[in-house]
């Protein structure tokens, strides 16, 4: 059997980036696989004490644009861990929110950052949010468990239904563009604040499922190096 192989020239690249296409397409379908079944099981009548899913997320600054899909994991009133996905799904960062501290992870530069978990929030979102205020801004629902956790300060606007529709704190305003069928949980969340602005859609989201394994906890860190801001901006930078 003659072996095929790829030659340089602009034929060669042609079919190089054919096959990537095709490769690239198939694994955005297997993507969509992974968050096939009910996007969104409907919260407890009760209280809401967990959360997660996925959602993508396309982030407009004076400094450029991002777009990325991530997952999520929330405990209220005050934990939480989002990862950011690449388009094949590998881990790009993880960042861990808990009790006010935070943790940025790069497992494939084997470095990490820690401070307050509003500076990180504004460093990559442009806004100082909290973790148990993203949390409820993705489930939609700002009354029960640790909902004393900063909604005091918070302007939300009802509708007649008892859902929020949006939000205002300190400059920051969101606004739900869509919920999901039979259910106040928001599908799309527009959020802006000066400087910045994006979206937020909600692929899919499950609540009060157990917990599986030390998701917020200092094992994340084995084998990486601390860094500066600065540091960790550059290899950032790098992965673009």
Request: aromatic share 10%; with cysteine; charged share 25%.
């Amino acid at each position: 059997m003659e072996r095929e192989t790829w030659r340089a020239g602009p034929a060669g690249t042609t079919r190089r980036a054919l096959r990537i296409s095709i490769v690239a397409h198939f694994v955005l379908v297997a993507l969509q696989a992974c968050v096939s079944g009910p996007p969104v099981l409907s919260p407890p009548p009760t209280q809401i004490d967990a959360l997660d899913g996925y959602g993508s997320l396309s982030l407009r600054r004076e400094s450029g644009s991002v777009k990325t899909r991530f997952s999520f994991r929330f405990i209220l009133p005050s934990t939480g861990r989002i990862e950011a996905l690449d388009v094949f799904g590998r881990t790009l960062a993880i960042l861990i929110f808990k009790e006010g501290d935070s943790w940025l992870a790069l497992p494939s530069r084997h470095a990490y950052w820690t401070g307050p978990e509003e500076e990180l929030m504004e460093k990559f979102l442009g806004f100082g949010l909290k973790a148990g205020e993203l949390a409820r801004l993705l489930c939609g629902r700002w009354t029960g468990s640790g909902a004393s956790s900063g909604v005091g300060e918070w302007n939300l606007d009802w509708d007649a239904r008892g859902r929020v529709l949006g939000g205002e704190r300190d400059g920051f305003r969101f606004d739900v563009g869509e919920f999901f069928g039979g259910a106040s949980v928001p599908r799309t969340v527009a959020f802006s604040r000066a400087g910045s602005s994006g979206r937020v859609r909600v692929l899919k989201i499950q609540f009060n499922r157990p917990l599986l394994g030390d998701l917020f906890g200092p094992s994340i860190l084995k084998g990486l190096e601390p860094k500066t801001w600065p540091e960790i901006e550059d290899l950032l930078q790098d992965e673009d």
